[in-house]
Every structure is written in structure tokens, then in C-alpha cells.
């Protein structure tokens, strides 16, 4: 399983080459918590799709994996590249703004990037990722009929809710937040195995 | 002798076709064609031996193991080839390899370096960029290179130029030299096989025909070749399937012994080619549908 990881971050070297500095460059301005989930998705999928096509599901599939293996290469090896954007946006606030990143933005990204990810990779086992921006689309399209039918100030309470988030002091919350989050990817595993399980080539 | 592959009445459904309760058995040492028009479960069948496939009904059993517990101990020692490019298009052989080898405990770089001289492959060059029959060759040495005991071609000539399809058969020759490997393979080319087949399974609508040594079906069929005058109902059934004009009739019998003592000197009898088999048992399995 180790060498299906190791796959993933050889095939996505040429994107991470890119991104990397971009990411970098973007932590000069703006907050590093939508760049940073922004980043992770964008890499993590991308890593998801060059594995999609038939072929190279027949090509996986023959090699001494077993399906389980498969699947559990691409929710582990979306951890290290979380991490890996993590830790250069660690590296990069150090060195460009001379400041610790907050430990509690960090735990917030890693957060949201596993929820979208624990959401994504299920139904892109089903559909194929390339119907997740249509997916998207019509969250969001439902998103802005609820911001604007029924509650006009969602936005609003939503930046407040992250800003009260990481005020609060709690620590007892935040582990309670990441059990939650932790227990949501896991069962997404899981579901992505019996999902692909079925699958046929 | 010992069987590498058994299928054991083996059911699987899709949407318009079906393989309908299909054993198969593939000895160890020998190299097996499998042989059957377009469209007729070959493919399935293969994807059903390496997984990529579960029956609905029936076992599969490869090395005698099971893939519900041996999965990777048995994929460990089959090479496959696909009639497809199943390697990511923009890479190199080289880049291809160091994905493919650590999957394998008994990864041979001397061999792969071996045979990536022999077939003049590029390393360096992106696999788009391959032509069928490179891209054959690519798929034939990754397959090759890890000393498995049993090799998978699903049409592995297809395609391909015929001197190329000359040197892979004497490249499949020599690896049965040992007599430990078993190659099994998929073709609608059989004058391929003339060249290497012990045995040949036929299948026909995901039906199994019949599995025969090559020799067998030489001493056992026969085109026969007389007037029309001598097909009544008794002898009609004499046959595989008869095709008439008016000049006269040509069938195929699977007994030549019996024809020759039912019509003597009264018909001619030639030996069948494999296409003559597969054309005539078709014609047959649809007469009786």
C-alpha cells in the first residue's frame, strides 16, 4: 500500500511543482485558511484523478492491491498532502510574516479539508470526479437559494460562527470537533471501500 | 496433471449478455488459446480470472488458491498483458517501472533491462507516444519481468505487424522451455496459434465449446466434402453443421473415424483449419438454438 502512495506523490510531483510556489506567493496577502483548503482539495484531486480512467483501474486492479488497499492509499495519501500544505503554509507565514501560524487556523483547515474530502471521494467512487463540479454547483446553487429565501444573513453568521470558533477556549470542544470530524472521514473510508468493491472494470 | 485455472460453473449477467454456467480448466506447462468470435465473453472471461470481475455464481480458483483470501499471493504470480494501454499515458517506461516494481517481490531488473533491449523499447520516451505494437512490447516485458508462473494475454496480437507477431510467439516459445510456466491467451488470429497451442478452449455466446489438445482436434475433425445426394436425415446428424449448394455439401464432422466407415470413398476429407472449427460450430450451436 505504501508503494500506491508513493505513486500518487510521484504522479502529482509536475502539479505539486507548481502549486507549492504558488501557494507560497499567495500567503503575501489574504488569509491562509481558504488558501490552504483551496490548495489541499485542488492537489488531493487531483492526485484522485489521474487514477479514474478504466485503464488504469484495470492496470491497479490486476497488480498484487487488493481493492481495499486502493482506496485506503488515496485517504491516506489525501493526509499527507494536507499535511504537506499545512506545513508550507507553517514554513511560509514563519518566514514571510515572521509569525507562528495559530494553531487553532490550522486545525480548521485540516478540519475542513477532511469533511470536503470525506464528501467528495465517496461520490466520486460512484460518479467520477468530474461530475463533482456539477455536484457543487448545485449545492451552491441551493446554497444561495437558502442565503436568499430564508436566511438572508447566513454569510454573516457564518463568518461569525468560524470567528467564534477560533475564540473559543475550550479545548474540550475542539476535541470534540475533531472526534466528529475523524469519525465522519472514517466512515467515508469505509463506504468508499464497499463502494469501489462493487465496481467493475 | 495439474490445473492453474479452474472456473467452476461460473454465472455472471449483464445488461443484453450472459456467461451461462462456464467451466473452463487451464493445465499447468502448457499454453492454452482461447479462441471465440467478437462479443462472445472471452474478455469477460479474462477479467473474471485476474478479478476485475466477481461472478454472480460460481468459483474461480487460480494456483488451486482462492482470490476471496489469496488475492495478492496470486496476482504476485500471474503477468498480464490487455489489448489496451493500461499504462499512464504520460509517463515514461522508465518512470512506468518504478511504479510497477516494488509491487513485486521477485521484481528482475536484469530481465527487464533484457527485454527492453531485445524489443529496442525507448525509456525515456513518453508512452503516448507509442505505437500498438511498442506499446505490446511495453505491456509483454512489464509482464515478464517478474518470473511469473502464469502469463495472461487478453489479444495480444491484435494489431500487430506479422513479424512482430512471428518473434512474440518464438519470445512465448522460449519461455515454455522450463516447463513451469503457463501462459494462457485470447485470440481471433489462430493461425497464431498453429505456431504454440497445446490446448484450445473454445467458447461460443459465454458457453464453453470445448477444451481439446491441438493434435486431438486435428485426428478428431474433419471438412467433408460430397454430393448432396448423400445427406439424408440420418446422416445430417453425423455433423457439426453442413453448409449445401448445389454443387455438393461441406461440413465438419468432430469423429472422422465414424465418416470414413459410414461413407468410405464417397466423400473427400481435408483437414480443418481452426477458423473452419469456430465457423462451422457457430453455425451449429445456432441451428439448434
Given at each position: 500500500m505504501f508503494n500506491l502512495i508513493r505513486k500518487d506523490i510521484v504522479l502529482v510531483k509536475p502539479t505539486l511543482m507548481?502549486?507549492?510556489?504558488?501557494?507560497?506567493?499567495?500567503?503575501?496577502?489574504?488569509?491562509s485558511i481558504y488558501i490552504g483548503f483551496l490548495f489541499s482539495i485542488a492537489i488531493i484531486m487531483s492526485a484522485f484523478a489521474s487514477d479514474e480512467k478504466t485503464s488504469i483501474n484495470t492496470l491497479l486492479n490486476s497488480l498484487p492491491y487488493t481493492r481495499k488497499e486502493i482506496v485506503s492509499s488515496k485517504y491516506?495519501?489525501?493526509?499527507?498532502?494536507?499535511?504537506?500544505?499545512?506545513?508550507?503554509?507553517?514554513?511560509?507565514?514563519?518566514?514571510?510574516?515572521?509569525?507562528?501560524?495559530?494553531?487553532?487556523?490550522?486545525?480548521?483547515?485540516?478540519?475542513?479539508?477532511?469533511?470536503?474530502?470525506?464528501?467528495?471521494?465517496?461520490?466520486?467512487?460512484?460518479?467520477?470526479?468530474?461530475?463533482?463540479?456539477?455536484?457543487?454547483?448545485?449545492?451552491?446553487?441551493?446554497?444561495?437559494?437558502?442565503?436568499?429565501?430564508?436566511?438572508?444573513?447566513?454569510?454573516?453568521?457564518?463568518?461569525?460562527?468560524?470567528?467564534?470558533?477560533?475564540?473559543?477556549?475550550?479545548?474540550?470542544?475542539?476535541?470534540?470537533?475533531?472526534?466528529?470530524?475523524?469519525?465522519?472521514?472514517?466512515?467515508?473510508?469505509?463506504?468508499?471501500?464497499?463502494?469501489?468493491?462493487?465496481?467493475?472494470? | 496433471m495439474e490445473n492453474v485455472i479452474e472456473l467452476q460453473h461460473i454465472q455472471k449477467s449483464f445488461d443484453g449478455f450472459q456467461l451461462k454456467d462456464l467451466s473452463l480448466t487451464v493445465k499447468k506447462g502448457f499454453v492454452t488459446g482461447f479462441i471465440g468470435g467478437n462479443g462472445v465473453g472471452k474478455s469477460t472471461t479474462i477479467k473474471l480470472i485476474m478479478n476485475l470481475l466477481q461472478p454472480d455464481n460460481g468459483t474461480v480458483s487460480i494456483f488451486g488458491l482462492n482470490y476471496k483470501e489469496h488475492e495478492k499471493e496470486i496476482k504476485q504470480r500471474i503477468g498480464f498483458v490487455f489489448d489496451e494501454n493500461i499504462f499512464y499515458e504520460n509517463?515514461?517506461?522508465?518512470?512506468?517501472?518504478?511504479?510497477?516494481?516494488?509491487?513485486?517481490?521477485?521484481?528482475?531488473?536484469?530481465?527487464?533491462?533484457?527485454?527492453?533491449?531485445?524489443?529496442?523499447?525507448?525509456?525515456?520516451?513518453?508512452?503516448?507516444?507509442?505505437?500498438?505494437?511498442?506499446m505490446m512490447k511495453a505491456s509483454l516485458t512489464m509482464a515478464l519481468s517478474h518470473h511469473a508462473e502464469l502469463i495472461i494475454m487478453d489479444e495480444p496480437t491484435s494489431g500487430l505487424d506479422p513479424i512482430f507477431r512471428r518473434e512474440l510467439l518464438d519470445i512465448l516459445h522460449d519461455l515454455m522451455q522450463d516447463g513451469e510456466k503457463t501462459i494462457f491467451f485470447s485470440t481471433h488470429i489462430t493461425t497464431d496459434l498453429d505456431r504454440i497451442a497445446d490446448y484450445i478452449t473454445f467458447i461460443h455466446k459465454g458457453e464453453h465449446l470445448f477444451t481439446k489438445e491441438f493434435y486431438k482436434i486435428e485426428e478428431e475433425y474433419a471438412i467433408v466434402k460430397g454430393g448432396n445426394e448423400l445427406?439424408?436425415?440420418?446422416?445430417?446428424?453425423?455433423?457439426?453443421?453442413?453448409?449445401?449448394?448445389?454443387?455438393?455439401?461441406?461440413?465438419?464432422?468432430?469423429?472422422k473415424k465414424r465418416i470414413e466407415n459410414i461413407f468410405g470413398e464417397m466423400v473427400m476429407l481435408e483437414k480443418p483449419t481452426l477458423e473452419d472449427i469456430m465457423f462451422y460450430t457457430k453455425k451449429g450451436a445456432e441451428q439448434y438454438v
Open positions: 507548481i502549486m507549492l510556489p504558488i501557494l507560497v506567493l499567495s500567503l503575501f496577502q489574504g488569509p491516506i495519501g489525501a493526509f499527507i498532502f494536507l499535511s504537506l500544505v499545512v506545513f508550507t503554509i507553517f514554513i511560509g507565514n514563519l518566514v514571510i510574516h515572521k509569525e507562528i501560524t495559530i494553531w487553532k487556523e490550522i486545525l480548521f483547515i485540516v478540519c475542513l479539508v477532511m469533511v470536503t474530502i470525506s464528501l467528495f471521494f465517496p461520490f466520486s467512487y460512484k460518479f467520477k470526479s468530474q461530475y463533482l463540479l456539477i455536484g457543487t454547483l448545485v449545492l451552491f446553487v441551493l446554497y444561495l437559494t437558502v442565503v436568499n429565501f430564508i436566511f438572508q444573513n447566513i454569510n454573516d453568521k457564518i463568518r461569525e460562527f468560524v470567528g467564534m470558533l477560533l475564540a473559543l477556549q475550550s479545548s474540550q470542544l475542539y476535541l470534540l470537533v475533531g472526534f466528529i470530524v475523524t469519525a465522519l472521514y472514517v466512515c467515508s473510508w469505509l463506504l468508499s471501500i464497499r463502494i469501489y468493491s462493487k465496481k467493475i472494470f | 509517463l515514461t517506461l522508465a518512470e512506468m517501472k518504478k511504479i510497477i516494481k516494488p509491487a513485486y517481490k521477485n521484481w528482475d531488473d536484469n530481465l527487464f533491462a533484457q527485454y527492453v533491449k531485445t524489443f529496442e523499447l525507448p525509456l525515456n520516451k513518453k508512452i503516448k507516444t507509442f505505437s500498438k505494437g511498442m445427406l439424408d436425415r440420418d446422416t445430417e446428424r453425423e455433423f457439426v453443421s453442413i453448409r449445401k449448394s448445389n454443387h455438393g455439401f461441406e461440413a465438419l464432422t468432430a469423429n
